[in-house]
């Protein structure tokens, strides 16, 4: 378990808009650690869609946006596309465990 | 365009050393970065490894550490990972990945295809 914790899923009908959450506690999220987030494709290796909370990498698409707000963050996602269902990863450091963890992931299927 | 690939063993017995090389093209390890290891159980999450630098300080997982070294080879543009002692349990994906430090944590920007690695006698 996790101590990143992600919704096991999300759905949300074309065109629309979704939001994952990743909801830590105050040795991770809550002490000030950045929390970047990563786009998983089936059968492939992660992307990195957000980093730094709110930034996005050259060639991801302005519908994905992160926040970032005390023990929080959040990945929204709007104009759903059908190529956007993949599984989705957050991710940050927690000074208990001194090291880089992940959330336990979120399913999202475009209905 | 930073290229990364895993190469190694994809079937490890029990108790043994699993050995895992990434080999890195389209940029220069020794110019800098952090370089990392990743896995994911079938079907389940990521489970972040080790980092590494280039000058070859590290920063392992603790609930690893015991059984994990990360190397790095300039010369040879490669960074290594040896998990000792290997169970059912370390059968993943393992993926390496050029880890970003300009934040806390690092983020990983560039990531290798994976590979499988299963142990079983």
């Known amino acids: 378990q996790s101590v990143l914790t992600q919704p096991p899923s999300v759905s949300g009908a074309p065109g629309q808009r979704v939001t994952i959450s990743c909801t830590g506690s105050?040795?991770?999220?809550?002490?000030?650690?950045?929390v970047h987030w990563y786009q998983q494709l089936p059968g492939t290796a992660p992307k990195l869609l957000i980093y730094?909370?709110?930034n996005r990498p050259s060639g991801v698409p302005d519908r994905f946006s992160g926040s970032k707000s005390g023990t929080s963050a959040s990945l929204a996602i709007s104009g759903l596309q059908a190529e956007d269902e993949a599984d989705y990863y957050c991710?940050?450091?927690?000074?208990?465990?001194?090291?880089?963890?992940f959330g336990g992931g979120t399913k999202l299927t475009v209905l | 365009q930073v290229q990364l690939q895993e190469s190694g063993p994809g079937l490890v017995k029990p108790a043994e050393t699993l050995s895992l090389t990434c080999t890195v093209s389209?940029?220069?390890?020794?110019?800098?970065?952090?370089w990392g290891w990743i896995r994911q159980p079938p079907g389940k999450g990521l489970e972040w490894i080790g980092n590494?630098?280039?000058?070859?300080?590290?920063s392992y997982n603790p609930s690893l550490k015991s059984r994990v070294t990360i190397s790095v080879d300039t010369s040879k543009n490669q960074f290594s990972l040896k998990l000792r002692s290997v169970t059912a349990a370390d059968t993943a994906v393992y993926y390496c990945?050029?880890?970003?430090?300009?934040?806390?944590?690092?983020?990983?920007?560039?990531w290798g295809q994976g590979i499988l690695v299963t142990v079983s006698s």
């Open positions: 991710q940050s450091y927690d000074s208990s465990l001194s090291g880089s963890v």
């Open positions: 990945a050029r880890a970003h430090s300009s934040v806390a944590p690092p983020f990983f920007d560039y």
């Open positions: 730094a909370n709110t």
């Open positions: 105050r040795s991770n999220i809550g002490a000030g650690y950045d």
């Open positions: 590494i630098y280039h000058s070859g300080s590290t």
């Open positions: 389209g940029y220069s390890i020794s110019s800098g970065y952090y």
